[in-house]
């Protein structure tokens, strides 16, 4: 067979090019910042009150609203999850 990502599945084919750590950091980033959006939206909350309720900078809940930054730190999500009545819940998952 040439190629030998054919049959293959995406993860697998990012996993063979050495990327998928970083694909996956991204999206998980993207959801996490998706849905603190979606939360402040609904208790219609400002980033400044926002950030004051943390409490971090603006510009820290910036980065942390940055679906491209992936380095975000587990103190400023449980902060950020707080400061909207949530909590986090992480778990690791068999490949």
């Keep these: 067979m040439k190629n030998k990502n054919i ?5 697998d084919f990012l996993a063979d090019e ?7 950091a991204v999206a ?16 219609k909350s ?13 510009a820290s809940l910036n980065r942390l609203l940055d679906e491209n930054d992936t380095s975000l730190t587990l103190t400023t999500l449980a902060g950020a999850a707080a400061a909207l009545g949530q909590r986090i819940k992480l778990e690791l998952t068999p490949v």
């Design 18 to 24: 050495g990327m998928l750590e970083e694909a996956t």
């Design 46 to 58: 400002t980033k400044t009150a926002m950030a004051k309720k943390m409490p971090t900078s603006r």
């Design 28 to 43: 998980v980033k993207r959801v996490i910042a998706w849905q603190i959006e979606q939360e402040m939206t609904a208790q």
């Design 7 to 11: 049959g293959s599945d995406f993860d």
